[in-house]
Nanobody, 125 residues
């Protein structure tokens, strides 16, 4: 299975972007926890948000209230709606999936079973 992200780009501070991540090659999302991570230059990966099998969500404090994660199992797609973007949101954003339904044990990239190629988000001031 593969994950393919789309929707990144450059936007001014205060703007919005919607990222999408679609599974292919036989991978289906229905029973998996799904997450978005990001990595800014010179920094560690940060888990931005996670959505479990039952669509319960959680967010990093840095994006809470500004970002929304959602999933469409019929389309094998997970989304990240990003609003009120800040320059500090600039990073490569990665989609990840993990066998198993829970976000509680999906905190690090090493815990993922599938990882996308990333999409760049750049927020200018």
């Amino acid at each position: 299975g593969q994950l393919v992200e789309s929707g990144g780009g450059e936007v001014q501070a205060g703007g919005s972007l919607r990222l999408a991540c679609t599974a292919s090659d036989g991978l289906t999302f229905e029973d998996n926890a799904l997450a978005w991570f990001r990595q800014a230059p010179g920094k560690e990966h940060e888990r931005v948000s996670c959505i479990n099998r039952n669509s319960m969500t959680n967010y990093a404090d840095s994006v809470n209230g500004r970002f929304t994660i959602s999933r469409d199992n019929a389309k094998n797609t997970v989304y990240l709606q990003m609003s009120s973007l800040k320059p500090e949101d600039t990073a490569m954003y990665y989609c990840a999936a993990k066998y198993g339904p829970f976000c509680s044990d999906f905190q690090q990239p090493s815990e993922s079973d599938f990882w996308g190629q990333g999409t760049q988000v750049t927020v200018s001031s």
